[in-house]
């Protein structure tokens, strides 16, 4: 059974944000596999992602891929009130029928949708048939809440509908017509199980999309946004008629946070999860790990991988792969993955000069980005680290996993050529499981040449006994946390960045890293390997949601915008300066 869900709201109540990010939460508050339906269709488990935006390993069903058209139609005609209606509702219905079907296929046990074909429609209606910011020659009355139930009843149940609520109501045939159609198609279009309103006034809704700098919509004015704030009321309390009142949550967000937002509706959920929960759920068997190089070839033959990825996605740097068999580097990381010492070799690529084969490993997308995101790292913490060293005061940092600190150990060099007497202001902690035992001798001499104060911990740092050891020497000013969210479960993933807000000073800096799902992704889905991938906004939603401050969370992409660099802060002690928001990493390497 899958718990279906919709989230509902005027604009700038951030429905759509929170959409994206509450399937990653759940997968890791409450160990179950997600799904949302909104900017793109996505579906997690606590240990891999199924689904996501450009990342479709199992394919996508006809009417998803309708959906993702259709909503860019309805993006394209926003300002006509003919032809966008007629979009944005196909763009519904075929997104409902979607998610159904793809909660069928994940055996997902919760799905969330920003927006209902149904409750969108009655709730946004009467902007597009008669808009308050209009030119109304005739005060239509307008429908109230029993009106709209008894809509319900008549489209869903066939009951008759009373004249005194026709007379305030559009004609329904109409609806009735698309209802009956879409079921003769197949399309599963129907009401959700339950509803979140996100409740915010119209007055803060223009300020926040304002906010935006970006084009504002001809209905994103205050006439228009009150309309719909009351349509909607009154589509909730309809709803809650028809159903039952538990069916339905109205959270005002004025004054919330979207941390306090997405928290709000976590708990307004957990019981309906828990109830789902109980009636039993079948979870859907996940993929392996620990590949060996005889277990890649065998499941690189497989004709998903050879046509839906190899053939498919050739030109966006699929050609490559088969050649790392051939190659010295391809053949360390088909041995060791990426080890320590692979990621050297990658961050290490202008040292040397590398045969053919072994230019073609250091120019997979992939590996380009993991290089771009060192140069990104590197000049956006020099300035962090020179500017409290000027100031005299005492620096902790905390890095892992760690690697070789390449990202750490080339700013504190080239600021101690300039200031030689500060690196003894340095505290460096880094932490790193070093399963080949090759980082703690190298990382120590490192560290004594510099003259810092510098600890190397061995271990998990996911682990109880490791964390205290972590916090032995806390709080830290700068915490790194690079290379390791795709890998790193759901669960773990949400527990480290509280640990890190804990354990970071009011004015520190949290650096860490996403990756979004390219054609690389489908890739390792193929091959068998699990992984996690995060947009810049849905990660920055996480964070927020852990603690640190998501509005002002700074961001930096390489060239081909496969990994996202963030810097945020401390709730409340948001620092500015590394780089702009959404800045080119090309600038930061020139």
Same mark, same amino acid.
């Given at each position: ?71 860019? /139609? ?101 609806g009735k017509l698309i209802y009956k159609t879409m079921r ?197 913490? !020099? ?38 007497? /500060?690196?003894?202001?340095v505290q460096l902690v880094a932490a790193d499981l070093d ?8 990382? +120590? !001499?490192?560290?004594a040449r510099l003259k810092v104060e510098f600890k190397f ?120 300066? /590394? ?10 390497? +020139?």
């Amino acid at each position: 059974m899958t718990l279906h869900v919709c989230v509902l709201g005027i604009d700038g109540s951030g429905k759509s944000t929170i959409t994206a990010a509450l399937p990653g939460i759940f997968a890791a508050e409450m160990n179950l596999q997600a799904g949302s339906a909104g900017e793109a269709f996505r579906f997690v488990g606590p240990d891999e992602d199924h689904l996501a935006s450009h990342f479709y390993p199992d394919g996508l069903p006809i009417p998803a891929r309708l959906a993702v058209r259709l909503k860019r /139609a309805a993006k394209q005609s926003v300002n006509n009130r003919r032809l966008y209606p007629i979009y944005k509702l196909a763009h519904m219905i075929f997104q409902d029928s979607a998610a159904r079907r793809l909660g069928e296929r994940y055996r997902a046990p919760l799905i969330i949708s920003d927006g209902n074909t149904f409750l969108s429609a009655t709730g946004r209606a009467a902007n597009y048939l008669r808009p308050a910011s209009g030119n109304r020659t005739a005060d239509v009355p307008a429908p109230n809440a029993e009106d709209l139930k008894n809509v319900f009843s008549y489209i869903f149940d066939g009951q008759s509908v009373s004249a005194e609520s026709q007379r305030r109501l559009p004609r329904l045939w109409k609806g009735k017509l698309i209802y009956k159609t879409m079921r003769l198609l197949g399309l599963d279009v129907s009401l959700p199980d339950v509803v979140i309103f996100l409740d915010l006034s119209p007055a803060v809704a223009i300020e926040r999309i304002m906010s935006r700098r970006q084009k504002i919509d001809h209905h994103e004015n205050e006439a228009d946004l009150t309309q719909a704030r009351e349509m909607y009321l009154k589509t909730i309390e309809a709803f809650r008629r028809y159903r039952s009142n538990d069916v339905a949550h109205c959270i005002d967000v004025d004054d919330l946070t979207l941390q306090q937002t997405v928290g709000a509706v976590i708990e307004a959920l957990r019981p309906h999860i828990l109830a789902q929960q109980t009636k039993g759920t079948t979870k859907r068997p996940l993929g392996t790990s620990g590949l060996t190089t005889g277990a890649i070839r065998g499941k690189a033959i497989n004709h998903r991988y050879v046509t839906h990825y190899l053939m498919a996605k050739a030109f966006s740097g699929a050609w490559r792969e088969p050649t790392f068999f051939f190659s010295g580097l391809g053949r360390l990381f088909l041995k060791e993955g990426y080890s320590a010492g692979v990621m050297r070799a990658i961050y290490d690529r202008d040292e040397k000069q590398h045969g053919l084969l072994d230019r073609v490993f250091l120019e997979y997308p992939l590996h380009r980005a993991v290089y771009d995101r060192l140069q990104i790292l590197t000049k956006a913490i !020099e300035p962090q680290l020179e500017a409290r060293l000027r100031g005299g005061q005492e620096v902790r940092i905390f890095t892992a996993p760690s690697g070789f600190a390449y990202d750490l150990f080339r700013p504190l060099e080239s600021i101690a050529k300039r200031m030689p007497d /500060a690196m003894r202001q340095v505290q460096l902690v880094a932490a790193d499981l070093d399963p080949h035992d090759v980082l703690a001798n190298e990382l +120590n !001499e490192r560290a004594a040449r510099l003259k810092v104060e510098f600890k190397f911990l061995r271990g998990d740092l996911t682990s109880d006994e490791m964390r205290a050891k972590f916090s032995a020497t806390a709080p830290y000013d700068l915490i790194l946390f690079v290379g390791l969210s795709s890998w790193l479960p759901k669960p773990q993933l949400l527990q480290h960045f509280r640990w890190v807000r804990e354990n970071i000073t009011d004015d520190g800096l949290f650096i860490t890293d996403s990756f979004t799902p390219e054609a690389y992704a489908l890739s390792g889905r193929y091959v068998g390997y699990k992984a996690h991938y995060y947009t810049p906004e849905v990660y920055k939603a996480i964070l927020d949601y852990c603690g640190f401050e998501s509005l002002g969370a700074q961001v930096a992409s390489g060239r081909d915008r496969i990994n996202h660099v963030l810097l945020a802060a401390p709730r409340e002690h948001q620092r500015r300066g /590394a780089f702009s928001d959404e800045q080119s990493a090309q600038s930061l390497m +020139n």
